[in-house]
């Protein structure tokens, strides 16, 4: 009985993990997931030599379409395992500071720009004959899958945006900045693992913080064109969507590009100072009515005590940080806002109105209703 009931325990948090989930990071977990089932019940080896990440067959035949079906491929269950647990605990962190939208781009521009990367150095290194007799690098006939490229990239872009230190295996903290590149270092241990893969991530990842991915990233209006248009509305009224204006405050955390009045793109900046913490993060984030689910992941794998007591102190910040009536995700306003900017409208037409028939009888009038009036017609501080 017990057993019985500790398994419907994790299964309730697991499931209430998934719900907690941004909507992008959702859809590629689920989109990873049925993937490998398709591929393990079709056969692993032929599927994932025609769709894997292969610098001959992309040099060689143009088979381009490995730079996007590369990432969704696992080579075991394990490989997955480990992927979509980092995937849940670094993605939503991101996503709820960039927007949905965003998000995704960035993912695509990480997959596509660091396979690509990864296909010019495998054919440039194949000039170096001395290289075809080492197999880790001979990258030239390499056949890689996985989405630990695009994990990588989220981690650099995740240590730029929150910053703070970071915990290594438990054993020590480092700088956030720097925990990327020693795990990049770490997982070298681990057989099998393409460092070229996970190091063009990283690069990746890179010139996004440095600002020199501009021209690739569409501008800010562009975003919210797309988010209001009749295929996103679905998207946009779920629950689990961040809105690309939801990031709060008049400055954008990481850059994206905006068009002058010459034509030209500038980068829209990152503001005055950078969070040094995900309590500082908060403030550039959009609301989002449930705690981080890395939190809650962790928090399936403690005592059903420790995890009711952080539940109730979640739910206490879930209260205190809730947003006034009519303020919606993504920090746009619900008609509320709008009825009561209308009102304010038509006392303060109702005023000048009575100040343009008698001066004497405005003033009683300003009296009686409450509001006091100013010598140009114009409503009080009272409303």
Known sequence: ??????????????????????????????????????????????????????????????????FFTSALLHSSLLHLAMNMLALCSVAPRVERSLGSLQFAWLMLLICVLGDAAYTAVACLSSLLPFLAGIPSLDFMHQCAVGFSGVLFGLLLVDAHLHGGARSLFGAFTLPAKLYPWLLLVLWQLVPHVSFLGHLSGLLVGQLYVMQLL?????????YQRIEHAAACTACLQSSCFVAH?????????????????????????????SPTSPNQASRWLPFMPFPSSSNRLADMFRSPSSSAALSQQAAAQQQASMP??????????????ANL???????????RAGDGKSGSKSGAGGSKSGRSGSPDGSSGAGV
């Open 1 to 66: 009985m017990q057993g019985a009931a500790t398994q419907a325990s994790i299964q309730t948090r697991v499931r209430s993990a998934f719900v907690e989930l941004p909507f992008v990071t959702r859809c590629v977990l689920i989109t990873c997931l049925g993937v490998h089932a398709v591929v393990a019940a079709t056969g692993f080896h032929r599927l994932n030599a025609q769709l894997c990440l292969s610098a001959q067959a992309i040099a060689a035949q143009g088979q381009v379409y490995r």
């Open 324 to 337: 006034p009536p009519g303020v919606r995700l993504g920090g746009g306003h619900q008609p509320a806002q």
């Open 214 to 222: 501009r021209w690739a990233l569409p501008s800010s209006s562009t």
């Open 341 to 351: 900017a209308a009102a304010q409208a038509a006392e303060a037409r109702f005023a």
């Open 245 to 273: 204006s939801g990031g709060g405050g008049t400055d954008t955390v990481l850059p994206v590009s905006s068009r002058g009045p010459g034509g030209d793109y500038q980068a829209l900046g990152r503001g005055t100072g």
